[in-house]
């Protein structure tokens, strides 16, 4: 399977790769002229190959414009900050579990000091984000929003399906909710689904308050005390189990077979939760 790197744009027949991506290409990598890539312009999808290699760019000639399957779902996550390793690698995880935008919280319980940096690591996340982007073979990266309060990020999300995780005693099984949202009918797709990780100590109660005011169903992600990166990838990949397995029937056109494929037909080888009060 072929790498993919991000371009800024396709110009014609071509295309040009700059910065650290032509970096670790050229240097890393040690890329040569003749081998064959995957480019995406956060639109499309080209097979290309490179032309010229330098210093500090690779230019690269269009070959074939490949499938682009678009996405039954449409993920935010709005997070809480935590600590930044975990944060970090929530980051990626989300990722790869297919997000498409992810909105940092100041909550309540979020440390202070955190808070306060979080603004300065912006340029880092990104650079996490389009990384793993790469390495998960995303059309995109997801976006990273500005570090905001919870109330207005819960007021401003417009998604048609909401989950808060909690650990109150009114919380329903996740599974609960998604089966509700499913009940009243998918109107569209993809579908915008949103989810809420709350930080060390969970949420508080304002804040509660103010997820419930904007349409967020507090849900619970089991029995177990779960850790902000664990419930990340729990609640993202039971909303890629439990949707995706439903639009599977909604007629989806089957991929022609691309470039890449009749080459190898022909033998060439070219944190804390809201659903937790304490850490571990």
Same mark, same amino acid.
């Given at each position: 399977m072929r790498r993919r790197f991000f371009v800024d744009a396709f110009t014609g027949g071509s295309a040009r790769l700059i910065g650290d991506a032509a970096h670790h290409l050229g240097r890393v990598l040690r890329a040569e002229p003749g081998q064959l890539y995957e480019l995406s312009d956060g639109s499309s999808v080209f097979l290309a190959r490179i032309e010229r290699v330098s210093n500090n760019r690779i230019d690269f000639a269009l070959l074939e414009k490949l499938a682009a399957p678009s996405a039954s779902l449409e993920i935010v996550v709005l997070l809480a900050i935590v600590k930044f390793d975990r944060f970090e690698w929530a980051l990626e995880k989300a990722t790869e579990l297919g997000v498409n935008t992810i909105v940092p919280l100041a909550a309540e319980r979020s440390e $202070?000091? #955190?808070? /306060? *940096? *979080?603004? $300065?690591? !912006? &340029? @880092?996340? @990104? $650079?996490? %984000? #389009?990384?793993s982007a790469q390495q998960a073979r995303c059309l995109r +990266?997801?976006? %990273?929003?500005?570090?905001?309060?919870? =109330? +207005? !990020?819960? =007021?401003?999300? =417009? !998604? /048609? &399906? $909401? &989950? #808060?995780?909690s650990e109150r005693s009114r919380a329903v099984p996740l599974q609960a909710v998604f089966k509700e949202a499913a009940s009243k009918g998918i109107e569209s797709i993809p579908l915008r689904i949103a989810v809420a990780i709350g930080p060390e100590g969970g949420w508080a109660d304002k804040e509660f308050d103010a997820g419930c005011a904007a349409g967020f169903r507090e849900a619970l992600l089991g029995k177990n005390i779960l850790r902000t990166e664990t419930a990340l990838i729990a609640g993202l990949a039971a909303a890629h189990l439990y949707f995706e397995r439903d639009f599977a029937s909604v007629g989806q056109v089957p991929e022609q077979p691309g470039r890449q494929d009749r080459e190898r037909a022909g033998g060439v080888v070219s944190h804390d939760t809201g659903a937790s009060r304490g850490t571990r």
């Open positions: $202070k000091v #955190l808070v /306060s *940096a *979080a603004a $300065k690591r !912006a &340029v @880092r996340w @990104r $650079k996490i %984000l #389009l990384e +990266p997801p976006a %990273l929003q500005g570090v905001t309060r919870p =109330a +207005p !990020a819960f =007021a401003e999300n =417009a !998604a /048609s &399906v $909401k &989950v #808060l995780f």
